[in-house]
């Protein structure tokens, strides 16, 4: 099992920045995934941004390539969103995402959520 604890959200203009913090109550390196999620109100939860431990090959969201970059510090046990270029439509709740393999089948762990509103 894992905790998982979000930080960083908060208000700001378009165009603006922001960084959102993940941190887990294990070595991440012990975790077979790591990802960013959000869901803005009436809208399904989805996939913002994804690391893998094996390849650390990062995975993007269409809509936000090229404006937000996921990274990771072992040593923390954290992994980080960097958001620029900030659009209304970026407004949601952020959930830092962890998925574990037990053996049989892969769990997924959330984080309690931070919220990013962006004004036009």
């Known amino acids: 099992q894992v905790q998982l604890v979000e930080s960083g959200g908060g208000l700001v203009q378009a165009g603006g920045s922001l960084r959102l913090s993940c941190a887990a109550s294990?070595?991440?390196?012990?975790?077979?995934?790591m990802g960013w999620y959000r869901q803005a109100p009436g809208q399904q939860r989805e996939m913002v941004a994804q690391?893998?431990?094996?390849?650390?090959?990062?995975n993007y969201a269409d809509s936000v390539k090229g404006r937000f970059t996921i990274s990771r510090v072992y040593a923390e046990n954290s992994v980080y969103l960097q958001m620029s270029s900030l659009k209304p439509e970026d407004t949601a709740v952020y959930y830092c995402?962890?998925?574990?393999?037990?053996?049989?089948?892969?769990?997924?762990?959330w984080g309690q959520g931070t919220q990013v509103t962006v004004s036009s």
């Open positions: 294990r070595s991440i390196s012990s975790i077979n995934a």
């Open positions: 690391l893998t431990s094996t390849s650390g090959t990062a």
């Open positions: 995402n962890a998925r574990l393999f037990n053996g049989k089948r892969y769990e997924d762990y």
